[in-house]
């Protein structure tokens, strides 16, 4: 575990710097908040394996050296301002496995994922990025040993009756304060119930 953490947080040092330097036309709220980065990203990594983060980040280090900046590629893809230029398989297979996860996770935490992105491509609008247009964007910018390794984690998640989806959201849970996500979920039904309809 101590490992694990180590290179997560060699991984957000790599990206922050790249994250608060994209190029946009509006700032993005967690560009105002690096602290909200960081606590969204240490979720979004917590069910990666400890290969698949070294991967990550000889990504990002081999990016930097080349003074390529993986995240403003990334919001450039998302917002069709650059061609694609990873074309690898595994991208279609993760995002299939990452959008089934995701869509049982909202079926199961429906008020925690109230307010939360539309799932799939056919729902993006102008100022509104769907999960699977935000995912495919990040993938496009892994290695192909980066994919190989998150596409086998994501497998073994799914196995055990799980996915990124529920890790990321159980770690955030733990970071806000409650024991369980379930906790969480049933604090913010009260929370919703109580409001005046």
Request: proline share 5%; charged share 25%; glycine share 4%.
């Amino acid at each position: 575990m101590e490992t694990r953490n180590l290179v997560t947080e060699q991984i957000l040092e790599l990206e922050l710097p790249m994250f608060l330097s994209v190029p946009t036309t509006h700032r993005y709220s967690c560009q105002e908040d690096p602290d909200s980065f960081k606590l969204h990203r240490r979720a979004q990594f917590a069910a990666w394996s400890a290969p698949a983060l070294e991967s990550y980040l000889i990504d990002l280090q081999r990016a930097k050296a080349a003074n390529r900046n993986l995240l403003a590629i990334k919001y450039a893809r998302m917002d069709n301002l650059l061609p694609c230029e990873n074309v690898s398989p595994l991208i279609d297979a993760i995002v299939d496995l990452a959008l089934a996860g995701q869509k049982q996770f909202i079926a199961s935490f429906p008020y925690l994922m109230r307010g939360g992105r539309p799932l799939s491509k056919q729902e993006d609008a102008p100022g509104l990025t769907s999960f699977e247009t935000y995912l495919r964007g990040e993938l496009e910018t892994y290695s192909e040993k980066t994919l190989q390794l998150l596409h086998s984690d994501m497998i073994g998640l799914h196995q055990s009756g799980s996915s990124l989806s529920e890790a990321t959201y159980r770690y955030l849970a733990g970071q806000w304060g409650f024991d369980r996500l379930e906790t969480l979920e049933k604090t913010l039904k009260q929370k919703a119930d109580s409001q005046p309809a």
